[in-house]
């Protein structure tokens, strides 16, 4: 089935550091691919998507490339500040499958903290 | 703020009694789906209703049921609780349609003891 790996737990730079955080991806199809991000005490909010292959996601600073070819959808960010930290979940999902129920598929998330 | 209200906030309850979470969803929404957050983990989507009819379901037991109702809130009912029941239960609601944003709450920590 469709699943979604994040190879980092947790992941610790400081201040001004650039970061990238793993995501990867399976499915049979050709997703939606989604980097959501979840503060304490808050649902997940939508951080950026991409809907098609070679698509760039952008928000605050924030990038994902979606590559088709090597199934990933990486978080990129030049310089981070310590108001980025936060929960991140990769995710994705199946326009086919979801015509009919809109199911996102969530990796298990890597918490980000930003070291002062 | 994204418009979702949840209700409760907390709750503990004993295994084998059952629970009731509400949902209000964002105005202009018809669509609500549910997700199962254990701690450390990414939501997992339960299921999902639209037009008042369960629209597709994860991999979760049918003691886990719920509702929608014309105003497009909702509820979920879990039976028969288990201590593995514990976690934040999020709603989400959107506009049906593929690719549009869904919208989550705050969610509901339920703890069983």
């Known amino acids: 089935g469709d699943s979604v790996v994040q190879t980092e737990g947790q992941v610790l730079p400081s201040e001004g550091d650039s970061l990238i955080v793993n995501c990867s991806y399976e499915?049979?199809?050709?997703?939606?691919l989604f980097w959501y991000v979840q503060y304490p005490g808050e649902g997940p909010q939508l951080h950026l998507k991409a809907m098609k292959a070679n698509d760039k996601g952008r928000n605050k600073g924030f990038e994902a490339m979606y590559r088709k070819e090597t199934t990933s959808f990486h978080l990129e960010k030049d310089s981070v500040q310590e108001s980025d930290s936060a929960v991140y979940f990769c995710?994705?999902?199946?326009?086919?499958?979801?015509?009919?129920?809109?199911?996102?598929?969530f990796g298990k998330g890597t918490r980000l903290h930003i070291l002062p | 703020e994204t418009g979702v209200t949840q209700s409760p906030t907390h709750l503990i309850k004993t295994r084998g009694q059952q629970v009731t979470l509400r949902c209000s969803s964002q105005?202009?929404?018809?669509?609500v789906s549910w997700y199962q957050q254990a701690l450390g983990q990414g939501p997992q989507f339960i299921f999902q209703y639209y037009r008042e009819e369960e629209n597709g379901r994860g991999n979760f037991p049918p003691r886990f049921s719920g509702l929608q109702f014309p105003n497009y809130s909702s509820e979920l009912n879990v039976n028969a609780l288990e201590l593995d029941d514990s976690a934040l239960y999020l709603c989400?609601?959107?506009?049906?349609?593929?690719?549009?944003?869904?919208?989550f709450g705050e969610g509901s920590w339920l703890t069983v003891v």
């Open positions: 995710a994705l999902s199946d326009p086919v499958k979801t015509s009919r129920d809109d199911k996102i598929i």
């Open positions: 499915t049979t199809q050709y997703p939606s």
């Open positions: 105005s202009g929404h018809n669509t």
């Open positions: 989400a609601s959107s506009f049906k349609g593929s690719g549009n944003t869904i919208y």
